[in-house]
């Protein structure tokens, strides 16, 4: 499924025309893989790795590069690294 621009911007945090800001939530240990949008528009990634030695966090990028089809190089964690709640910047260049 292609994404359009209008759905790239809704709900995310543009940075310029190219970069954009994702604040997402994490769910590792997950049986069923799966990225997800709540009411209030935040992303779920649910992935099935464990919060070991940035295992999840490397399956987190892996799914939100897949997600907004994107290479995996271009998706760069900003904060979270121990956390669940967690922000991703998505370089367009």
Same mark, same amino acid.
């Given at each position: 499924m292609l994404m359009t621009e209008a759905d790239y911007t809704q709900g995310y945090n543009i940075v310029n025309y190219r970069d954009m800001k994702v604040t997402i939530i994490a769910h590792p240990n997950a049986k069923n893989p799966r990225v997800e949008t709540d009411l209030l528009g935040t992303l779920h990634v649910y992935v099935n790795q464990p919060p070991l030695e940035g295992r999840a966090n490397a399956a987190v990028r892996d799914a939100l590069a897949e997600h907004f089809e994107v290479k995996k190089a271009k998706v760069l964690m900003v904060s979270g690294e121990r956390s669940?709640?967690? &922000?991703?910047?998505i370089?367009? &260049?």
């Open positions: 669940k709640l967690k &922000i991703f910047e370089v367009q &260049i």
